[in-house]
């Protein structure tokens, strides 16, 4: 069965600290991995890895996918208050039609 | 320029009754992606319309179907509802298909099933 394992569950952190959350993954037929930050009610939409080593960066933010061991992280350096959140990852797998598979999310708690 | 809006925002229906949840997408956008939400489960991906059509689709019963039209607006329906489909149902729209390029999230509609 297709699964996507998310670690930490829920991690506290001050402000100014790094951290990594991890995002591993066994789905079939890989197409991408997709991070989200939830807030409150929708998701945001972080970014989308397909290919390994490959480093995406969005400020702070950054994530990199390595597919041989079939993992993802993200990385959030100096932690800031408003960073707190859930932070969902997904993957896209599956036959002709594709399912998305979501992890049950990290939820990072920054204290100021 | 407008972002994904979803109606109704909040539902109350009864058992065995049917709902159907409307998503606009973001003008441009093709793609519309529905999710259920909720706090044992988590997301979960129900199924993606591209340019009116099926593309992909999550592990949810038949109960669950969904249409898109050729405006990119999508439905989705739920029949015979189940106390367990009550929910937070979100939609996204992307230019490309979910998995390919940012997705962009309405507010959710919040159905309750009594």
């Known amino acids: 069965e297709d699964k996507v394992v998310q670690s930490p569950l829920s991690l506290v952190v001050h402000e100014g600290d790094t951290v990594t959350l991890n995002c591993s993954y066994e789905?079939?037929?890989?197409?991408?991995l997709l991070w989200y930050k939830q807030e409150k009610k929708a998701p945001t939409f972080l970014f989308m890895l397909?290919?390994?080593?490959i480093e995406k960066k969005s400020g702070r933010l950054s994530s990199i996918l390595d597919k041989k061991e079939l993992f993802s992280i993200l990385n959030i350096t100096a932690t800031q208050t408003g960073d707190s959140a859930i932070y969902l990852c997904a993957v896209l797998g599956g036959g002709s039609q594709g399912n998305l598979i979501f992890g049950k999310g990290t939820k990072l708690s920054v204290k100021p | 320029k407008a972002g994904v809006t979803q109606t109704p925002r909040y539902l109350i229906k009864t058992r065995g009754q049917q709902v159907t949840l409307s998503c606009s997408p973001i003008?441009?956008?093709?793609?519309v992606s529905w999710y259920q939400q909720t706090p044992g489960q988590g997301l979960q991906f129900l199924f993606e319309?591209?340019?009116?059509?099926?593309?992909n689709k999550g592990n949810f019963p038949g109960r669950f179907s969904g249409r898109q039209f050729s405006n990119s607006r999508s439905e989705m329906n739920v029949s015979t509802l189940e106390l367990g489909d009550s929910a937070l149902y979100l939609c996204a729209s992307s230019l490309a298909l979910a998995g390919a390029d940012t997705q962009y999230f309405g507010p959710g509609t919040r159905l309750t099933v009594l």
């Open positions: 397909t290919s390994s080593g």
């Open positions: 003008s441009g956008h093709r793609s």
């Open positions: 789905v079939t037929n890989f197409r991408s």
């Open positions: 319309y591209f340019s009116e059509t099926q593309r």
